[in-house]
């Protein structure tokens, strides 16, 4: 059976947690995070994602608290809009069930009401090893991912 292909996206302020996901997904996953190689000269970044969107069948998203958005005078750590964006057209694509998303255990992030439910896997921002941290999420992932293969 050959490897899944997962797309991982990230803000650029997250890349190394979306690279500790991919070197623990490797042996399981063809991993391809936003920053290798998916965005060509010449075409805007939608252009780019449009054309690779087939390509994956499954995607991972690193949500942090990177941006303050203002709501009726209140403020709330958000997720760049960027990687909304993209989870919208990955969800549009792939299906919500094939798109997952891990965000830091200690920081409260709002989500856009239309993914409020849409369950996380969490990490410790706080550990020494990242790759480490954010292991257990990788299992459950790989573990979701497995299942749907097998039930298709």
Sequence with gaps: MEKP????????EELSVAEAIAENLKHDCYC???SQGLFRPSTTTLDSLLMDLGKFDFAIFVFSANDVTNIRGDEYNSIRDNVIFETGLFIGKLGREKVF??????VEIHLPSDLIGFTPEKYDRNHPNLVASVGSSCFSIKRRIEELIVSK
């Design 101 to 106: 998303y891990i965000a830091p255990n200690d």
């Design 32 to 34: 391809d995070i936003w």
């Design 5 to 12: 292909r997962v797309f991982i996206g990230s803000s650029a």
